[in-house]
DNA sequence: AATCATTTGTGACGTGAATTCAACATGGCC
DNA sequence: GGCCATGTTGAATTCACGTCACAAATGATT
């Protein structure tokens, strides 16, 4: 049933067109309808208002005082609601306000070099970057798109693979030489971790050797809000921390960080994905350009750690 | 097939209150909907408009940037709109600019002296009374209503009665004194007569003894544009006039103009008629409620003629 | 972690309001 | 007076829209 039966909207442009070219029949044409469809309509529009807009013979129309007056004011409504809906509906060009939430190491390192270009190509496009770690609520953030690191929750929200990053379980030289160097995963235990003050997907590391698969996690001395704040302290030799390889690996190639346990992740890598709401409606233009362009340029490098003849790390690939 | 088939005055109003209410549900209950109806349609105008308007999870609405744009402009358009079609409704209180024509005997001796009273009943209208006898098209001259004498054309326009005047042949005494007095309507053909300068529904004077009826006219001396120019030439002794008795009536009683073949036509009336355009859509309010006042207030008295034992002729009853 | 309550989304269906079609009035113009 | 274009009316039809029932998802609760 039809609740919302009267358009009001259809009733003004009929209206107005009837006006504007003088006659039902014009009018009619011109709106692909049928004369007896636009008399119905008008009459129906006047029994509603109560009140007579048209004065009409066969020949002639005229506009009673209130028929003016609507007309008048129909006229500038229409187009206020064309202006209105080309405004929200999706220009060819994409532009307004975009905000990115992205974490801490990949927003910094791989997001942040791209902003220039992408701007340069939608100049009507302002961008607001935010980095955070911790999990955001997409709509509480207003965000249109956020980057993250590892396993996804199931919702409905929809995710674009970006790239893919080792993750590598890392110390620094002093903090080694006081704690040694754990062989096995059990040895963690015995160790010093860097955790994080937020919940993170995955709960400890994993370890793989072969077709063995473990979990294990140092207890943590100190805990980051994001991956940045975790490098500096494992930097400055807190303890342990596991972080992706892209974000470190000059730490690593300088020797500031050292890999450990390598014989027991060869496989660890976390995917890297952009996140937005998903199908229901259309995505605005300047989110589907933001993404396709990071989907383009974001090329993660994914080496592989190999240890040199004189026993520094390189990476390779 | 439904051509019109957006009713995007009905689109904005729902997304208004959704956004007002903050949810789908809500809006639903207060629009007597159910909560598909709204999904469904919020669903409807982002695909029309092809772009997101509301970020929305079960929980939370988010409006998108267009989202907010929209809602803004939408507000604004639909005030307008009922601003509109209230000022265009007929509202209690009748108001506007109404124009009303009379033929010139009639409106300044019967129309004019009712026209303060009506304004005071309604202060919100204003009257421009246009007085004129030739035949007009109520369309042409944007009048709301006309006053006419005599036999309507079949039309389209509705008539509503105010009153019935009889009609009297007179001439001046001195044209009397001049030319004699008819005894029959033949008489008429060796008299001079005042015409119209525009067509008249009737075509003679019509003449009734008994049962039978005859048509006769004096060939015209002078034609005149209006009643009262007829009254003022038939008085300065041009020739014979045919008026409506309340038009002439004082003139009869002080002697300055003498009825002639009052024998023949006792029943020699016309109707008096308020015209205007017909029911195809309501009755401005300010029109409905001067016709009324118009049938209410006007009171053409229909004396008879008595000639008295001086000879004089006196207007009874 | 798991359940529950609430909210949004989807497919199929029926309804009814609006348009069309045909036939009729009306008016203007020759 | 007759013709053409236009506006109006009545009845049949149709297509969009909302409802219904069910599914999915989210956030709070324990």
Redesign the interface.
């Known amino acids: 049933m039809a609740?919302?039966d009267?358009?009001?909207?259809?009733e003004?442009?009929?209206f107005v067109r009837v006006v504007d070219l003088g006659g039902f029949t014009q009018a009619a044409r011109k709106?692909?309808?049928t004369p007896s469809?636009v008399s119905k309509l008008?009459?129906r529009l006047?029994?509603r208002?109560?009140?007579?807009?048209?004065?009409?013979?066969t020949r002639?129309?005229?506009l009673?005082?209130?028929?003016q007056?609507?007309y008048d004011?129909?006229v500038?409504?229409l187009s206020?609601?064309e202006?209105?809906?080309r405004?929200?509906?999706?220009g060819a060009a994409p532009r307004?306000?975009l905000t990115v939430n992205s974490n801490i190491p990949f927003g910094m390192l791989h997001v942040m070099p791209l902003i220039p270009r992408f701007l340069a190509q939608h100049p009507d496009v302002t961008l607001d970057l935010v980095l955070t770690d911790t999990l955001i609520?997409?709509?509480?953030e207003?965000a249109d798109v956020a980057i993250r690191v590892g396993p996804l929750r199931a919702s409905?929200l929809v995710a674009r693979k970006l790239g893919t990053s080792r993750m590598v379980v890392v110390g620094a030289p002093n903090y080694l030489a006081r704690f040694g160097t754990p062989k096995i995963p059990a040895d963690l235990a015995d160790h010093r971790g860097i955790g994080w003050t937020f919940p993170r997907s995955i709960r400890g590391w994993s370890f793989r050797r072969g077709d063995h698969t473990e979990e294990a996690m140092p207890p943590p001395a100190a805990r980051a809000s994001d991956g940045e704040a975790a490098r500096r302290l494992c930097l400055g030799g807190v303890g342990l921390a596991r972080l992706a390889l892209f974000h470190i690996g000059p730490d690593i190639e300088a020797g500031r960080l050292v890999p450990v346990l390598q014989g027991y992740n060869p496989g660890d890598r976390e995917d890297i994905h952009a996140v937005y709401?998903g199908h229901?409606?259309?995505?605005?233009?300047r989110v589907r350009a933001f993404i396709d362009f990071l989907a383009e340029h974001v090329k993660v490098s994914d080496p592989a750690l190999k240890r040199a003849g004189d026993g520094r790390w390189k990476l390779v690939g």
Do not use: Y
């Open positions: 609740r919302f009267t358009n009001r909207s259809a003004m442009e009929v709106l692909r309808l469809g008008i009459s006047e029994a208002l109560g009140s007579r807009l048209i004065n009409r013979t002639k129309l005229t009673t005082e209130e028929g007056a609507f004011r129909a500038r409504i206020e609601m202006e209105a809906e405004e929200a509906a999706s307004g306000r609520d997409l709509m509480q207003r409905r709401v229901t409606a259309p995505l605005p233009a």
